[in-house]
């Protein structure tokens, strides 16, 4: 059998934390061949109750999961770090300007970044879920300089399921038959799902739709506010779909992804469609061999064009404030 792949989970005793690790225990994350050890890492005072989840990780009688370590301190929680997802956050509080938010968050990722250069394994691979997660992917890549930038990714995966969901229930069809939607730009409410590409049983989505209306009014509004039903509705922030969305982005990014399909990832730009190179920004991948390739020769039409570069430019806003901050 493989060795234990090493799985660094930030922020392990928040509720997506909670949702998580119990996926990534049963060999959700990676495969069913493999085994792995997870290392979670938390502030001081939420230690203890990630050691409570630790017990239940236990009881869990998990057969791929063959340790867990609980550390305060991010050098020791990335050491041979093989996959980190970067969950926990400083969250915007009543009153907090968007430089505090940043500022605040550059706390977390700087050090984080460090500690991932300084430790990580040859082969490490980070997905940055805390918010503002594609900013916060930078500031981390940028104090790692040791480490290929295009192993830091922001997730978008969860926007992009729930376009998916969206779409196939406009639709009436099942989830499964929706192909290549692509969410671009920032996991914020500027955000642009784009089904202009999509397929449904083959044929195109925006077609089988045929109403630009619902596109632009209902479809694409309703994908950017979802986080926000979800907080009025349930009384507390998406963490299960959270989870989910993380397990999906990593799952594929090592497994691949299926022969005429692709998934959403926040990558940094090479420069592809207009968006500076440099700027974490989703794009429409495919992946193959622990690797990802964004999707090249898209036409994108006045609509797509007018969204992309709206989002895009919130993210070169964002990168301008960090770099002032000296956080990048
Ligand atoms: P939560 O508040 O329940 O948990 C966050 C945890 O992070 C807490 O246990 C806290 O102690 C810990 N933490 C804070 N600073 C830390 C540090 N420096 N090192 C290690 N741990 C630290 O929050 P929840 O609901 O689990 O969400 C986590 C983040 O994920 C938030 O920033 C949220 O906005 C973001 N999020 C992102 C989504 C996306 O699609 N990219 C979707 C949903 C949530």
Redesign the pocket.
Known sequence: TQAPVNVTV????????YALLFRIASGQLLGQDTPVKLRL???P??VK?AEGTALELEDGAFPLLSGIDIFDD?KQAFAGVNVALL?????RTKGMERGDLLEANGG?FKP?GEAINAGAADDVKVLV???P?NTNALIAQSHAPDVPADRFT??????HNRAVAQLAKKLGVAVADVKKLTIWGN?SATQYPDIFHAEVGGKNAAEAVGDQSWIADEFIPRVAKR?AEIIEARG????AS?AN?AIDHVYDWVNGTAEGDWVSMGIPSDGSYGVPEGLISSFPVTTKDGKYEIVQGLDIDAFSRERIDASVRELSEERDAVKQLGLV
Request: charged share 10%.
């Open positions: 930030t922020g392990a005793a928040g509720q997506i934390g890492l938390e502030i005072q939420a109750a991010a969950v926990g956050a400083r969250p977390i984080q879920v805390g918010n997660a922001a997730m978008t995966r969860l926007d996991h986080g507390a922030s998406s963490a959270a969305a």
